[in-house]
């Protein structure tokens, strides 16, 4: 299983890219955002059909970027980091496979990208592939990959994760040849120093700010997942003598998909960094804090918490790849648009050949009824008016559809063994009317999620069961936050002036 949150201002289209086959002499055109081609790459025979980051073969990828050392970007390079992904699912089976699509493809034509962590696995086996440029004019890129082990979990959040690694296991690990003697070469790291080569130190150095920013989100998952061992917040805060954390862990139980849709929705409640609390959340408890993340009052810089909830979330993913399943029923992406909090995953198999409309249309520039995208935003975001009134609201429609989702997975799937059996076109045409039908159900429901918050919570009153609206008001608590910050505006009756103790007769 793999998660993902792509977080960036940008307004997502899911994509499907049927499999093809091509002649010896072709190739493919590389072109950035705006549609200009930078350059082509050799095709290969055959490609595979991929479902947004999922392929036939259930390979599934994702990503972070850990940008590093800015100096190793290469704007000769030609691919940038989103097309190695693409072409990677596109040409390889395994993860193995797609360890070596990737570090091939860069090798002959360049890295474009800075530091970047990519998530990537099949039905056997889970790795991390972290990887950065050689600087302007370089060739290749520097390189590491790790097997994560079975039964462990392993993060990644804006920051290289991978330290130390073993040079003789290449079934648990592979790198580039280049990856300690460049690092040598350009000062990051010195062999006389008796410290240990350690990829994440020596191309993304730890700073305070990507200690607080990125390593927080890593402690989020490992605390939640593994509350026995008590990790400290200490290494996110920056304290002293502080231990980065592992690269990976044994959770204390396994991990169901709920779990796993449950660890990727977190603003660190029940800590002391919870985000629901405190003056800067409001009078209704909302975690969302508008960029930028720093900030500076009287010449002192402060910073926002970064939690792995966040509203810039363009849209996220939770992978299941299954051994034990034929590929067009064992893999499933599921996909949710918007704030992982706030969304609602809905599955998409590895075998549909086809995608649900209103997730494949919608402009940034434009608002549409039509877009799961804009649907998702309105909610969201007028339940910041109430936060702490709406949020629940909105997780339970969350539970109620992604419950059910997971109660009928069994016999979906087993009536797409059954349809296998005896006609696998039949089953292509099944499994993907029923992924198309449940996107497309949960973007009716959050139509009328919007209707019905907007309508229960107007102009500040929130309506009663009976639909009257009632006047609800304003905590306490952050009543004495207004009352202490300007005590004497909002007395209903000013303090009456003392009367002098004598009195002046003519």
């Given at each position: 299983?793999?998660?993902?949150t792509?977080?960036?201002?940008?307004?997502?289209?899911?994509e499907?890219?049927?499999?093809?086959?091509?002649?010896?002499?072709?190739?493919?055109?590389?072109?950035?955002?705006?549609?200009?081609?930078?350059?082509?790459?050799?095709?290969?025979?055959?490609t595979?059909?991929?479902?947004?980051?999922?392929?036939?073969?259930?390979?599934?990828?994702?990503?972070?970027?850990?940008?590093?050392?800015?100096?190793?970007?290469n704007?000769?390079?030609?691919?940038?980091?989103?097309?190695?992904?693409?072409?990677?699912?596109q040409?390889?089976?395994?993860a193995?496979d797609?360890?070596?699509?990737?570090?091939?493809?860069?090798a002959?034509?360049?890295?474009?990208?800075?530091?970047?962590?990519?998530?990537?696995?099949?039905?056997?086996?889970?790795?991390?592939?972290?990887?950065?440029?050689?600087?302007?004019?370089?060739?290749?890129?520097?390189?590491?990959?790790?097997?994560?082990?079975?039964?462990y979990?392993?993060?990644?959040?804006?920051?290289?994760?991978?330290g130390?690694?073993?040079?003789?296991?290449?079934a648990?690990?592979?790198?580039?040849?280049?990856?300690?003697?460049?690092?040598?070469?350009?000062?990051?790291?010195?062999?006389?120093s008796?410290?240990?080569?350690?990829?994440?130190?020596v191309?993304?150095?730890?700073?305070?700010?990507?200690r607080?920013?990125?390593?927080?989100?890593?402690?989020?998952?490992?605390?939640?997942?593994?509350?026995?061992?008590?990790?400290?917040?200490?290494?996110?805060?920056?304290?002293?003598?502080?231990?980065?954390?592992?690269?990976?862990?044994?959770?204390?139980?396994?991990?169901?998909?709920?779990d796993?849709?449950?660890?990727?929705?977190?603003?660190?409640?029940?800590?002391?960094?919870?985000?629901?609390?405190?003056?800067?959340?409001?009078?209704?408890?909302?975690?969302?804090?508008w960029?930028?993340?720093?900030?500076?009052?009287?010449?002192?810089?402060y910073?926002?918490?970064?939690?792995?909830?966040?509203?810039?979330t363009?849209?996220?993913?939770?992978?299941?790849?299954?051994?034990?399943?034929?590929?067009?029923?064992?893999?499933?992406?599921?996909?949710g648009?918007?704030?992982?909090?706030?969304?609602?995953?809905m599955?998409?198999?590895?075998?549909?050949?086809?995608?649900p409309?209103?997730?494949?249309?919608?402009?940034?520039?434009?608002?549409s009824?039509d877009?799961?995208?804009?649907?998702?935003?309105?909610?969201?975001?007028?339940?910041?008016?109430?936060?702490?009134?709406?949020?629940?609201?909105?997780?339970?429609?969350?539970?109620?559809?992604?419950?059910?989702?997971?109660?009928l997975?069994?016999?979906?799937?087993?009536t797409?063994?059954?349809l296998?059996?005896?006609?696998?076109?039949?089953?292509k045409?099944?499994?993907?009317?029923?992924?198309?039908?449940?996107?497309?159900?949960?973007?009716?429901?959050?139509?009328?999620?919007?209707?019905?918050?907007?309508?229960?919570?107007?102009?500040g009153?929130?309506?009663?069961?009976?639909?009257?609206?009632?006047?609800?008001?304003?905590?306490?608590?952050?009543?004495?936050?207004?009352?202490?910050?300007?005590?004497?505006?909002?007395?209903?009756k000013?303090?009456?002036?003392?009367?002098?103790?004598?009195?002046?007769?003519?």
């Amino acid at each position: 299983m793999i998660t993902y949150t792509c977080d960036g201002e940008f307004h997502p289209h899911l994509e499907y890219e049927p499999g093809a086959d091509y002649e010896p002499g072709d190739s493919l055109d590389i072109a950035d955002w705006g549609g200009n081609v930078r350059g082509r790459v050799e095709q290969v025979p055959h490609t595979y059909s991929v479902v947004h980051l999922m392929n036939e073969h259930q390979l599934v990828i994702g990503e972070s970027t850990f940008d590093g050392r800015k100096e190793l970007e290469n704007p000769e390079g030609l691919l940038h980091y989103w097309d190695l992904m693409y072409l990677a699912l596109q040409r390889a089976k395994t993860a193995r496979d797609a360890i070596k699509v990737i570090t091939d493809l860069v090798a002959e034509y360049g890295y474009r990208s800075t530091g970047e962590s990519f998530s990537i696995a099949d039905t056997e086996e889970a790795w991390i592939l972290e990887m950065i440029g050689p600087g302007e004019g370089g060739e290749g890129a520097e390189w590491v990959a790790v097997r994560v082990p079975d039964g462990y979990i392993s993060c990644h959040a804006n920051k290289a994760r991978i330290g130390e690694f073993p040079l003789d296991d290449p079934a648990n690990c592979v790198y580039s040849d280049n990856v300690r003697s460049f690092a040598v070469e350009k000062g990051y790291y010195d062999p006389q120093s008796g410290e240990p080569f350690r990829f994440c130190d020596v191309y993304c150095p730890p700073t305070p700010e990507n200690r607080k920013y990125c390593s927080s989100r890593v402690w989020s998952i490992f605390r939640r997942a593994a509350p026995s061992k008590e990790f400290s917040s200490d290494y996110h805060r920056c304290v002293d003598g502080s231990e980065p954390y592992p690269l990976w862990i044994r959770p204390d139980t396994k991990l169901s998909l709920g779990d796993v849709f449950s660890l990727m929705r977190d603003h660190f409640e029940g800590t002391a960094y919870d985000m629901t609390q405190g003056v800067d959340a409001g009078p209704y408890g909302n975690p969302k804090r508008w960029r930028p993340l720093d900030w500076t009052v009287d010449s002192v810089a402060y910073a926002w918490e970064r939690s792995i909830s966040t509203q810039q979330t363009g849209f996220s993913t939770v992978s299941q790849s299954r051994s034990w399943l034929p590929d067009a029923v064992g893999g499933v992406l599921w996909y949710g648009v918007d704030d992982t909090y706030t969304t609602c995953y809905m599955p998409l198999y590895c075998g549909i050949d086809s995608l649900p409309g209103s997730y494949t249309i919608g402009s940034l520039q434009e608002f549409s009824w039509d877009s799961a995208w804009w649907i998702f935003n309105l909610v969201a975001n007028y339940a910041c008016l109430k936060y702490s009134y709406m949020a629940p609201e909105i997780q339970a429609v969350q539970s109620d559809i992604e419950g059910t989702f997971m109660a009928l997975q069994p016999s979906v799937e087993q009536t797409s063994l059954e349809l296998a059996g005896s006609d696998p076109g039949l089953m292509k045409r099944y499994l993907t009317g029923y992924s198309i039908a449940q996107a497309e159900m949960v973007m009716s429901r959050w139509q009328d999620l919007a209707g019905y918050l907007i309508t229960k919570y107007n102009d500040g009153y929130v309506k009663s069961e009976e639909g009257e609206p009632e006047e609800k008001g304003y905590p306490d608590a952050w009543l004495r936050h207004v009352i202490e910050s300007r005590p004497e505006q909002f007395l209903l009756k000013p303090a009456e002036e003392e009367t002098a103790d004598w009195e002046l007769v003519d």
